[in-house]
């Protein structure tokens, strides 16, 4: 598992339910529960859910113990679970939750050492976690090559959906990607640009390739930003009604703009015209999902990814550590 909890409360706190936050860490955890059904179902006598929540960095912080997590996970999966603190010792349980792997520096070097601890644990692996899958630590990339090893099927779902993208879309297809971290897109941006028909490109990005001075190919189309730079102009939101109108496949990655801030008008109607036009629709990233969810929107869409960033690189054809692995 990988998510977001970084404020204090508990998973299942009336203030966490009503914040973006909560309703991602919601979804991410309930796409655990069809592949621990059916593992159950299928006998295993002990199942151990690990990973990470939050971004601990190689320490313990007792605000982001995975235990935080445990009544919630416990009502989503319909378990009594019980919580491992250490990975020294088998733990006890059918269902057992492991403390956060984050606070092992070995897990983020990756240590093989650490990997071969784990794997002592148990008999069978399965990475349920598309969101970390582009991450190279010792849960990910190490430990399914010393165990037998299998694909979740929420993870399988993902890898398919992304790979139709790539290998089969209905066209034309469009892809549109928001957020800021221009350093982590501009490969994404480019290898799109070859395989969709057009790239439309919003929220921080705009700014960064301005100043930075990225001249990208025809089909890319960056936005123009309202005069506080908050939200995308309503110009490019036309341009953008334009592109889609006739989409056969489209996918959303990142805001527009500064929801959090109440600057959400260029997310929301490009939202829309997505869903207008009929399209095959795929969103990932956390931060959209959440308010596309909140606008009523989230549903509307084909297919929602549980990776922001794996998704992208799964995209732009980069070798996903955790994908590999699996090989």
């Not at 914040?19 to 593992?39: F, M, Q, S, V």
């Not at 990339?141 to 090893?149: E, K, Q």
């Not at 009523?296 to 992208?312: W, Y």
């Amino acid at each position: 598992m990988d998510v977001p909890l970084n404020d204090g409360k508990r998973l299942g706190d009336k203030e966490r339910d009503n914040n973006h936050e909560g309703l991602e860490t919601a979804t991410r955890l309930a796409g655990l529960k069809p592949t621990i059904d059916y593992i159950r179902k299928h006998g295993a006598k002990q199942i151990i859910i690990a990973g990470k929540i939050g971004r601990p960095k190689g320490k313990a912080d007792p605000q982001l113990s995975t235990l935080r997590i445990k009544d919630a996970l416990e009502k989503i999966l319909g378990v009594s679970i019980s919580f491992a603190a250490d990975i020294e010792h088998q733990p006890e349980g059918e269902v057992v939750l492991l403390e956060n792997t984050h606070f092992w520096p070995e897990e983020l070097e990756p240590s093989e050492e650490f990997a071969r601890k784990l794997a002592k644990l148990a008999d069978v692996y399965v990475n349920e976690n598309f969101a970390s899958s582009h991450r190279n630590e010792a849960s990910v990339s190490l430990l399914p090559r010393l165990l037998p090893h299998a694909a979740g099927l929420r993870l399988q779902k993902e890898t398919e959906e992304l790979n139709n993208v790539l290998q089969n879309p209905q066209r034309p297809l469009v892809v549109i990607i928001g957020g800021a971290k221009i350093e982590t897109k501009i490969p994404v941006i480019e290898r799109l640009a070859v395989v969709a028909d057009y790239v439309l490109i919003g929220g921080y990005l705009p700014i960064e390739i301005t100043k930075q001075r990225f001249v990208f190919p025809p089909n890319v189309v960056v936005a123009t930003l309202t005069n506080d730079e908050k939200d995308i102009s309503s110009e490019s939101i036309n341009v953008f009604k334009g592109k889609l109108a006739n989409a056969g496949t489209v996918v959303l990655n990142g805001p527009m703009g500064k929801y959090e801030d109440g600057y959400g008008d260029g997310t929301k109607e490009v939202a829309k015209a997505i869903v207008a036009s009929g399209a095959y629709s795929i969103v990932g990233g956390g931060n959209t999902e959440d308010f596309l969810q909140e606008a009523g929107l989230l549903e509307k869409f084909s297919f929602v990814s549980a990776g922001g960033g794996a998704m992208l690189e799964f995209l732009a054809g980069k070798e996903l550590p955790g994908i590999k692995a699996l090989e």
